[in-house]
DNA sequence: GGCCCATAAGAAAATCATTCTCATTTGCAA
DNA sequence: TTGCAAATGAGAATGATTTTCTTATGGGCC
């Protein structure tokens, strides 16, 4: 079973459970969220899985990624740009880092640094429940030697 | 001079230095900012200034930041609602936790969260431009002896 | 396999923050 | 003062997302 079937599977019995309806539509988005290796937005999703059944609406993306969000089957994400971005949550927790050059989305995550938000919320009198940790970075040049004048 | 006249004072300098006009509506929104100690959006500035200047248009307070911002004089932050908020420039780098019952904002710094988002970033291999984070919380109890039962 | 009907879908209108357009006003340098 | 580029006010436009309304359908039950 590959690992888009196994996240395929857990979304359906994530709806199933939530007594919610198993329609054409779902499994498609399902399928493409499974599949997806990055952060689309709705029109991503629609885009790709409009390929596949030029019926679908735009309309049912946003529903059924507002019952997935429900569901914790997905997480959303806004970047810079203010436009939901979605991914499964059928992986630890990460925080990402945004190449401001080229958009590229790199995930990480540190536990010093979950452990440190912690700390900070409790010093403060609060206690965390969740957070949003964005990095925006440019891509370093790696160390050389300076090039020696030619001519 | 007051903090406030010494903030409007930063702000008029900044637009004079850009070679930008000292309207009479960027003169009464930068009043409003410069009282702020919160983190107004558009409307709330709009509805604050407005009090002063009843001919004042909503498009003007987003003309208005939209320059400040560029100048570097403001700082715009959008929370989970998507919202756009602001603040002074005039303060030294600190980040935000918010309270998930009330809404309301606390400020908070670390140099140790931003150490160590800079080395986080580094080692992904990125120099660390800017950065997003926003803790979200619910207030804890003070640990206190439990009651005794009453009658 | 059909039946029923609450749930879900499609299409299009509505919403809401923000930006743009354009006619009119105004800051400010000469 | 004058001239004019820059700025404003009012309202239209934009774009992501949500809602409305009518029609379609998943899936438990016979
Ligand atoms: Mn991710
Ligand atoms: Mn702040
Ligand atoms: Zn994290
Ligand atoms: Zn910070």
Redesign the interface.
């Known amino acids: 079973m590959s690992e888009t079937d196994r996240r395929i599977a857990v979304f359906e019995s994530q709806l199933k459970g939530a007594g919610l309806r198993m329609t054409q539509q779902r499994r498609l988005i399902l399928r493409v969220l499974a599949e997806a290796d990055d952060h689309p937005d709705a029109k991503g999703i629609f885009t790709r899985a409009f390929a596949h059944d030029p019926t679908l609406s735009l309309s049912t993306v946003y529903r059924t990624m507002k019952v997935l969000e429900s569901q914790g089957a997905i997480e959303r994400h806004?970047f810079?740009d203010?436009i939901s971005r979605y991914e499964h949550a059928d992986q630890e927790h990460h925080d990402h880092?945004i190449?401001?050059d080229s958009g590229e989305v790199?995930e990480?995550s540190?536990d010093?640094?979950e452990e440190?938000?912690r700390r900070?919320?409790?010093e403060?009198?609060?206690?965390?429940?969740?957070?949003?940790?964005?990095?925006?970075?440019?891509?370093?040049q790696p160390a050389r030697k300076p090039a020696r004048k030619r001519g």
């Open positions: 806004a810079e203010g880092l190449d401001v790199i990480f540190s010093a640094i440190l938000q900070i919320a409790a403060l009198g609060y206690e965390l429940v969740r957070h949003r940790l964005e990095l925006y970075g440019r891509k370093k």
